[in-house]
């Protein structure tokens, strides 16, 4: 018998890009919730990643990188989704890079104590300092720019010291009955979820070439026969970077393609087709109706 959820919260996770907050979410899951590049600003939405572990259930939120410079709508826009998410939250993570401390981070601690919520400090990617006698006066030096609720030292990518941090946020989440069923990890949406598996695919073909300028939505999903069948449009913004998503021959696409079908079976458990249409369109970044198609809003 399934144990019955006692402790419920949600578990704000926010950063500046490329700390490794979807790395995270998805090893405290345990499944994969939020796509993963080495580029920052590669999550754009409010994902939810749910965990439901000994009577209690965690619900990650986890949000695009917090950037002070965001001249396009889209950025903006994942600004206010990051934000949202550490207001509504029951506890939140501040994450940073082991051993690295920027201005932004100080901007984005200096915004996050103001919201008087219980504030755990993760020092992520620990596992990339070189010297690992570092790590102890760097947690005294972040000990001293916040009263930090608890401070966690872990790897993400290596799934190290994940319980201790569990074990942290569990005193701060509430008495409350489960928001999820238990067996769910995530609360995206299919459309919304094959779509962020094919710009995965994507950005880790061409980040080098085209590493901002693309969106890709899905323009039809059904299932016949047991098989998915979807068709998604690749958006960039200029002509000249068509060549480069497509390559010679239609080669890079292919290749796209084959990749995210792969993982797409995997994801929905079933047969799936999958066509992709290249197309330019100038300034989608900063176009508020194509934005909502892909569950980016921009009010």
């Not at 994902?47 to 950025?75: E, K």
């Not at 016949?224 to 497509?246: H, M, P, S, T, Y």
């Amino acid at each position: 018998m399934t144990e019955e959820v006692k402790q419920a919260g949600l578990v704000g996770v926010v950063g500046r890009p490329n700390v490794g907050k979807s790395t995270l979410v998805n090893a405290l899951v345990g499944h994969k919730v939020s796509i993963v590049t080495a580029k920052p600003q590669t999550t754009r939405h409010r994902i939810m990643g749910v965990l439901t572990h000994d009577a209690v259930q965690y619900v990650f939120v986890d949000t695009p990188g917090i950037h002070s410079d965001a001249p396009r709508r889209m950025n903006q826009a994942m600004n206010r989704l990051a934000e949202s998410a550490a207001r509504d939250a029951d506890v939140v993570l501040f994450v940073v890079q082991a051993g690295k401390w920027t201005e932004q981070d100080q901007r984005i601690l200096d915004a996050l104590k103001r919201l008087e919520l219980p504030l755990g400090l993760v020092i992520n990617k620990v596992d990339l300092l070189k010297d690992r006698e570092q790590l102890l006066p760097f947690i005294a030096e972040m000990q001293q720019r916040a009263a930090f609720a608890f401070v966690v030292p872990l790897s993400a990518s290596k799934q190290d010291n994940l319980a201790p941090l569990l074990d942290e946020i569990r005193h701060h989440l509430p008495e409350s009955p489960a928001f999820f069923p238990q067996e769910q990890y995530s609360d995206q949406n299919e459309r919304i979820l094959a779509a962020e598996i094919i710009r995965e695919k994507l950005m880790l073909r061409v980040h080098q070439e085209v590493p901002y300028a693309l969106a890709v939505q899905i323009e039809s999903m059904e299932r016949v026969d047991g098989q998915l069948k979807l068709g998604a449009i690749i958006w960039i913004e200029r002509e000249g970077q068509k060549g480069i998503v497509i390559g010679k021959g239609g080669k890079v696409l292919k290749d796209i393609g084959t990749a995210a079908r792969k993982e797409l079976v995997e994801q929905f458990g079933c047969r799936v087709h999958l066509d992709l249409w290249v197309k330019v369109r100038p300034g989608w970044p900063d176009d508020p109706r194509l934005l909502g198609s892909m569950g980016i809003s921009s009010e």
